[in-house]
Structures are given as structure tokens and as C-alpha cells.
């Protein structure tokens, strides 16, 4: 059965900082491109980061390129997404992805095979 569990989300002030963690399990994790996307209340999923199988190539929106940095560790099945500088805008729902689509064909924007239930970030100012 896949799984994909975040955690790490809470409340936070502004300018603070937050580490969350995404754990695989069901599938073999270090095939397939991970990716972290974001919702916030009344808009669309929007993506944030993703990071190749390996590790060596990562992605992310050019909005939040310089706070937010995705990495894996596919010794535990986790990827993880430190978030820095934190905004009020950055609240909303975080969700980790799994894609097995070659890295090159961009997919991960899109086109993900597994998903995981999400967790809550609160930025306050």
C-alpha cells in the first residue's frame, strides 16, 4: 500500500522557519522524483520544489527559489522541504508527491502518480 505521510507543519511567526518531512513507503522511493506542492484557502494546488531521484537535480518555483530548499534521504524513504524566512502568504496546505516519470519530461508540475494527505502551515505576522 503507498503511503506518503508529511509532517512538520504547525504555526509559525513571520520570518521563522519550518522543516517538513514526507514519508514514503509502498514503493520503491528511489526511483521516482519527489515533489512538494502547496494550497492555500480559495486557490489552486500551486508547485513548490521538486528533486530528482537522486538528489543531484532539484526544481522549484521561481517565487519561492532562495527561502525553500527540498532534499531526500532515500536511505529513510523521506523527502524533506526547509522552508526559511516564512511569509504570511505562505500559508496554506503542504502536500508531498511521487512521480515516476523521467525528470527531463517535467512531470512532476503535473503529473504525479502518488500523493500524500498534506499538512497544515501557518504563517501569522
Known amino acids: 500500500q503507498v503511503q506518503l505521510v508529511e509532517s512538520g507543519g504547525g504555526l509559525v511567526q513571520a520570518g521563522g522557519s519550518l522543516r517538513l518531512s514526507c514519508a514514503a513507503s509502498?514503493?520503491?522511493?528511489?526511483?521516482?522524483?519527489m515533489a512538494w506542492f502547496r494550497q492555500a484557502p480559495g486557490k489552486e494546488r500551486e508547485f513548490v520544489a521538486a528533486?530528482?531521484?537522486?538528489?543531484?537535480?532539484?526544481d522549484y518555483s521561481d517565487s519561492l527559489k532562495g527561502r525553500f530548499t527540498i532534499s531526500r534521504d532515500n536511505v529513510k524513504n523521506t523527502v524533506y522541504m526547509q522552508m526559511n524566512s516564512l511569509k504570511p502568504e505562505d500559508t496554506a496546505v503542504y502536500y508531498c508527491a511521487a512521480n515516476l516519470h523521467p525528470w527531463g519530461s517535467g512531470r512532476y508540475r503535473n503529473g504525479n502518480n502518488y500523493w500524500g494527505q498534506g499538512t497544515q502551515v501557518t504563517v501569522y505576522s
Open positions: 509502498g514503493f520503491t522511493f528511489r526511483n521516482y522524483a
Open positions: 528533486i530528482n531521484w537522486s538528489g543531484v537535480s532539484t
